[in-house]
């Protein structure tokens, strides 16, 4: 099963919805504020995707400015940053995409249309 991982008050989570709703692709929808993904969650879909680990940072977010993340980031290892993503899924990039062929981070239609081909 196909998990979208979401904010419901994102437009790019609701366009990404309405995507897979329009392919009639199945998944399950999980609120990334209420149910923030765990770090092994996080470190297990990075090493899927093979794609760099600042891809799953929500950088436009309030919060990473706030924390003055841009700075602290680069200097941790992989268990401390993502340890740090999965205290608050407004850290993570959305709409993140589990799909059993591959792994997105935000929505892009060619990027998501590729991983159900």
């Given at each position: 099963?196909?998990l979208?991982?979401?904010?419901d008050?994102c437009t790019?989570c609701?366009?990404?919805?309405?995507?897979l709703?329009?392919k009639g692709?199945?998944?399950?929808?999980?609120?990334?504020?209420?149910?923030?993904?765990?770090?092994?969650?996080?470190m297990q879909?990075?090493?899927?995707?093979?794609?760099?680990?600042?891809?799953?940072?929500?950088?436009?977010?309030?919060?990473?400015?706030?924390?003055?993340?841009?700075?602290?980031?680069?200097?941790?290892?992989?268990?401390e940053?993502?340890?740090?993503?999965?205290?608050?899924g407004?850290?993570?990039?959305?709409?993140?995409?589990?799909?059993?062929?591959g792994?997105a981070?935000?929505?892009?239609?060619e990027?998501?249309?590729?991983?159900?081909?």
């Open positions: 099963m196909n979208l991982i979401g904010y008050k790019t609701k366009k990404a919805k309405a995507w709703d329009e692709i199945s998944y399950e929808s999980r609120p990334i504020k209420e149910q923030n993904p765990t770090k092994d969650e996080l879909w990075w090493q899927q995707s093979g794609l760099p680990r600042q891809k799953f940072v929500n950088t436009s977010g309030q919060l990473y400015r706030q924390m003055s993340l841009k700075e602290k980031l680069p200097t941790l290892s992989d268990e940053f993502f340890e740090l993503l999965s205290t608050d407004m850290l993570v990039k959305r709409p993140l995409l589990i799909a059993e062929n792994i981070v935000g929505f892009k239609e990027q998501w249309q590729q991983i159900f081909e």
